[in-house]
């Protein structure tokens, strides 16, 4: 789904990143952790195209092509979705135009407000006002639309009270199409690839990709994720096959002794 | 006023604009078209885009000026308004242009409003009585179609104790116009308890220059609800519309959305004087240049305690020539005023279009998408196909040629 190879990113003249390598498979989700300030929602919007990040060296594939000049709206075409971590308001254009701008009918629209509790945000302007909660709901809302293959998600749980993470996870799992509605939630809109609706079919293999950035790792509970890195000083140090492990070996030791450590296991 | 004191204001300069100089144009009361139906066709167009609907669905009266006759003026059957040629107005009522005639306005204000009240009076006279409502809105029209014309208005509008109207009113010239000025001059009494609402669309010429004197004068809980709509080009436009608040508890509404594009000069101003303990007032101002010059200016006049009042003037430069300037004021002459403005003038933030971009959308199409959603104000009291027809008009917005 994506490779990034030994990339490199500046602003505004400031190397960030350093050789990032980085292997996304199709139905694979990697979680990325790391201190703050030290390039991860760089390098998500690096990944979506945004202008003021350059890549000064390495390239970037999606689906086997070669997106490292792309301009952003190409990228959102070719199937890759952000959740940035503060989105600004576009005052004039209500939220249901821009859900519908995203690709939803104005029914859909209806349904996904509902599911996301955004009903009554429908007539106003696109995150005017929004508390962090409503943010990250709005983003949602307008992924849920968008259909991404790859959902890129920049600290998703951030200002969102402890009731509102886990319907936060579930619409993230739902574009991940990472269902994990039971058989009495059958009409809600999230079920709609549920397979467990569907008795003779086997939980179906989604082939959508997410990466995820997290500091606190309560989204982990929602969203089965594969593989976690640590992102140290610019650059991607090593993986580990259990986020879960990362982050507990993260809260005991501190990323320092935790990069260290796991690399030591000969794992990266 | 006398004459004579009226002939010496002819030579009085305005506070704001470029000198016009009124002896270069054709100053005739000649009839150039007897009906709408001998109107051109570009003509008939043009009143169109100033939500003139000619088959008159949904509107409760219609009046036309073209140049300085009136050619129209008819009210639907059962419908209780008065609406007139105004000096036809005149004759009828003496007694009304003794209350009402150039109470608003000061005819000796500038040159402009002098020569109007020297001359036999064009424009349009409309009374509702006490506590009748209006449904459907009126419409009136002052077209200008002739070369040179010097074009004279003086409308009145009274609204009785409890009357309810809604008012479209729609200003063009036709577009083989090189050389015309238009003098509109629009007094607005709103009575107690009353609520009018009161929409100008303008769609004048490259050529044009125009010249609108207005006052408002809005009485205890009266309602002033004012829209202006202007998009096209304009060759130089100069007003700063008045409303007075002189009884308790009267709000004042007043909406401008402006585009500018190459070759246009709008100084759109407005004012809101609070005279008395609990009044209100809002002035929301959008502006666009693409190239374009745009003078904003707002005043709020706080005159009285318990008075509150919120000027709010945004401008997009959307090119490297032209210009907006915005001249926010405010004035308290008492300690128990509340007056506040926001005024933000410059590009489209970066981070606006690319948020649209990462959602799919190409950059013109984003910022075209952001453009509109700056524009629309909620403009209330319009009716649904006008407010289609603007919203439409905003939908063919390109960044580069404007609307």
Same mark, same amino acid.
Request: charged residues 25%; negative net charge.
């Given at each position: 789904?994506?490779?990034?190879? /030994?990339?490199?990113?500046?602003?505004?003249?400031?190397?960030?990143?350093?050789?990032?390598?980085?292997?996304? *498979?199709?139905?694979?989700?990697?979680?990325?952790?790391?201190?703050?300030?030290?390039?991860?929602?760089?390098?998500?919007?690096?990944?979506?195209?945004?202008?003021?990040?350059?890549? &000064?060296?390495?390239?970037?594939?999606?689906?086997?092509?070669?997106?490292?000049?792309?301009?952003?709206?190409?990228?959102?075409?070719?199937?890759?979705?952000?959740?940035?971590?503060?989105?600004?308001?576009?005052?004039?254009?209500?939220?249901?135009?821009?859900?519908?701008?995203?690709? *939803?009918?104005?029914?859909?629209? *209806?349904?996904? *407000? +509902?599911?996301?509790?955004?009903?009554?945000?429908?007539?106003? $302007?696109?995150?005017?006002?929004?508390?962090?909660?409503?943010?990250?709901?709005?983003?949602?809302?307008?992924?849920?639309?968008?259909?991404?293959?790859? &959902?890129?998600?920049?600290?998703?749980?951030?200002?969102?009270?402890?009731?509102?993470?886990?319907?936060?996870?579930?619409?993230?799992?739902?574009?991940?199409? /990472?269902?994990?509605?039971?058989? $009495?939630?059958?009409?809600?809109?999230?079920?709609?690839?549920?397979?467990?609706?569907?008795?003779?079919?086997?939980? +179906?293999? $989604?082939?959508?990709?997410?990466?995820?950035?997290?500091?606190?790792?309560?989204?982990?509970?929602?969203?089965?994720?594969?593989?976690? /890195?640590?992102?140290?000083?610019?650059?991607?140090?090593?993986? $580990?096959?259990?986020? &879960?492990?990362?982050?507990?070996?993260?809260?005991?030791?501190?990323?320092?002794?935790?990069?260290?450590?796991?690399?030591?296991?000969?794992?990266? | 006023?006398?004459?004579?004191?009226?002939?010496?204001?002819?030579?009085?300069?305005?506070?704001?604009?470029?000198?016009?100089?009124?002896?270069?144009?054709?100053?005739?009361?000649?009839?150039?078209?007897?009906?709408?139906?001998?109107?051109?066709?570009?003509?008939?167009?043009?009143?169109?885009?100033?939500?003139?609907?000619?088959?008159?669905?949904?509107?409760?009266?219609?009046?036309?000026?073209?140049?300085?006759?009136?050619?129209?003026?008819?009210?639907?059957?059962?419908?209780?308004?008065? !609406?007139?040629?105004?000096?036809?107005?005149?004759?009828?009522?003496?007694?009304?242009?003794?209350?009402?005639?150039?109470?608003?306005?000061?005819?000796?204000?500038?040159?402009?409003?002098?020569?109007?009240?020297?001359?036999?009076?064009?424009?349009?006279?409309?009374?509702?009585?006490?506590?009748?409502?209006?449904?459907?809105?009126?419409?009136?029209?002052?077209?200008?179609?002739?070369?040179?014309?010097?074009?004279?208005?003086?409308?009145?509008?009274?609204?009785?104790?409890?009357?309810? !109207?809604?008012?479209?009113?729609?200003?063009?010239?036709?577009?083989?116009?090189?050389?015309?000025?238009?003098?509109?001059?629009?007094?607005?009494?709103?009575?107690?308890?009353?609520? !009018?609402?009161?929409?100008?669309?303008?769609?004048?010429?490259?050529?044009?220059?125009?010249?609108?004197?207005?006052?408002?004068?809005?009485?205890?809980?009266?309602?002033?609800?004012?829209?202006?709509?202007?998009?096209?080009?304009?060759?130089?436009?100069?007003?700063?519309?008045?409303?007075?608040?002189?009884?308790?508890?009267?709000?004042?509404?007043?909406?401008?959305?402006?585009?500018?594009?190459?070759?246009?000069?709008?100084?759109?101003?407005?004012?809101?004087?609070?005279?008395?303990?609990?009044?209100?007032?809002?002035?929301?101002?959008?502006?666009?240049?693409?190239?374009?010059?745009?003078?904003?200016?707002?005043?709020?006049?706080?005159?009285?305690?318990?008075?509150?009042?919120?000027?709010?003037?945004?401008?997009?430069?959307?090119?490297?020539?032209?210009?907006?300037?915005?001249?926010?004021?405010?004035?308290?002459?008492?300690?128990?005023?509340?007056?506040?403005?926001?005024?933000?003038?410059?590009?489209?933030?970066?981070?606006?279009?690319?948020?649209?971009?990462?959602?799919?959308?190409?950059?013109?199409?984003?910022?075209?998408?952001?453009?509109?959603?700056?524009?629309?104000?909620?403009?209330?009291?319009?009716?649904?196909?006008?407010?289609?027809?603007?919203?439409?008009?905003?939908?063919?917005?390109?960044?580069?040629?404007?609307?």
């Amino acid at each position: 789904m994506l490779n990034i190879e /030994h990339l490199t990113v500046a602003v505004n003249g400031k190397t960030i990143l350093r050789d990032i390598n980085l292997h996304i *498979a199709p139905g694979e989700v990697h979680v990325l952790f790391g201190p703050n300030g030290t390039g991860k929602s760089t390098l998500i919007s690096t990944i979506m195209g945004f202008d003021r990040y350059k890549v &000064l060296e390495g390239k970037i594939y999606f689906k086997g092509q070669d997106i490292t000049d792309a301009p952003c709206y190409e990228r959102a075409q070719l199937g890759i979705g952000v959740m940035i971590q503060r989105p600004p308001t576009i005052r004039g254009l209500s939220l249901q135009k821009m859900v519908e701008i995203c690709g *939803a009918s104005p029914r859909e629209v *209806a349904s996904m *407000a +509902k599911w996301m509790g955004m009903s009554d945000f429908l007539n106003r $302007s696109v995150n005017d006002g929004f508390s962090g909660g409503e943010l990250k709901r709005s983003e949602l809302l307008q992924l849920m639309a968008q259909k991404p293959d790859l &959902l890129l998600l920049d600290e998703p749980e951030s200002g969102v009270d402890i009731e509102n993470i886990a319907l936060v996870g579930r619409a993230a799992n739902y574009i991940l199409q /990472h269902t994990d509605c039971d058989k $009495s939630h059958c009409e809600q809109p999230c079920c709609g690839q549920n397979t467990l609706c569907d008795e003779n079919n086997p939980l +179906k293999e $989604s082939r959508h990709s997410g990466l995820i950035i997290t500091h606190l790792g309560h989204i982990l509970k929602y969203v089965p994720a594969h593989t976690a /890195h640590i992102l140290y000083n610019g650059t991607l140090t090593c993986q $580990s096959g259990d986020p &879960l492990d990362v982050l507990h070996c993260i809260s005991e030791t501190g990323y320092e002794k935790c990069v260290r450590g796991i690399c030591g296991r000969g794992k990266a | 006023m006398d004459r004579n004191e009226l002939q010496s204001a002819l030579k009085k300069q305005a506070a704001f604009g470029t000198d016009i100089d009124l002896n270069s144009y054709d100053d005739n009361n000649d009839v150039h078209v007897q009906s709408t139906a001998d109107m051109t066709t570009t003509g008939k167009e043009k009143l169109e885009r100033v939500g003139i609907d000619l088959t008159e669905t949904n509107r409760s009266a219609t009046f036309v000026q073209v140049d300085n006759a009136a050619i129209e003026a008819k009210t639907k059957a059962q419908t209780p308004l008065e !609406l007139m040629n105004t000096g036809m107005a005149a004759k009828k009522y003496p007694e009304l242009v003794e209350k009402y005639w150039w109470k608003a306005v000061k005819p000796d204000t500038d040159k402009y409003t002098a020569i109007t009240a020297l001359e036999s009076e064009q424009g349009y006279f409309i009374r509702v009585k006490a506590g009748t409502k209006i449904d459907a809105p009126l419409q009136a029209c002052v077209f200008m179609g002739h070369e040179d014309q010097l074009q004279r208005v003086h409308n009145v509008i009274i609204l009785e104790e409890g009357a309810e !109207l809604n008012i479209i009113s729609g200003c063009a010239s036709d577009t083989n116009v090189e050389h015309g000025v238009h003098l509109g001059i629009s007094e607005m009494f709103v009575g107690k308890g009353a609520k !009018l609402s009161f929409t100008m669309i303008h769609s004048w010429g490259e050529n044009v220059s125009v010249r609108p004197r207005t006052v408002t004068i809005v009485e205890e809980d009266g309602q002033f609800i004012s829209n202006y709509v202007c998009m096209e080009k304009v060759k130089d436009i100069q007003m700063y519309p008045t409303t007075r608040l002189i009884g308790k508890g009267a709000v004042a509404r007043l909406n401008s959305v402006l585009v500018a594009p190459t070759g246009s000069h709008m100084d759109i101003g407005g004012k809101a004087i609070l005279e008395v303990p609990g009044t209100r007032a809002e002035i929301v101002t959008r502006s666009i240049s693409t190239g374009g010059e745009i003078i904003n200016r707002g005043n709020l006049t706080g005159q009285a305690e318990e008075i509150k009042a919120h000027l709010e003037c945004h401008g997009l430069m959307l090119s490297n020539d032209g210009y907006i300037r915005a001249i926010p004021e405010l004035a308290a002459e008492s300690a128990n005023a509340e007056l506040s403005h926001e005024a933000a003038v410059g590009r489209i933030a970066p981070e606006e279009i690319e948020y649209l971009m990462a959602r799919g959308m190409s950059e013109e199409d984003a910022t075209a998408t952001i453009v509109r959603g700056f524009l629309n104000v909620n403009i209330e009291g319009l009716p649904d196909s006008l407010a289609k027809k603007i919203t439409d008009t905003l939908d063919t917005f390109s960044v580069h040629q404007g609307c």
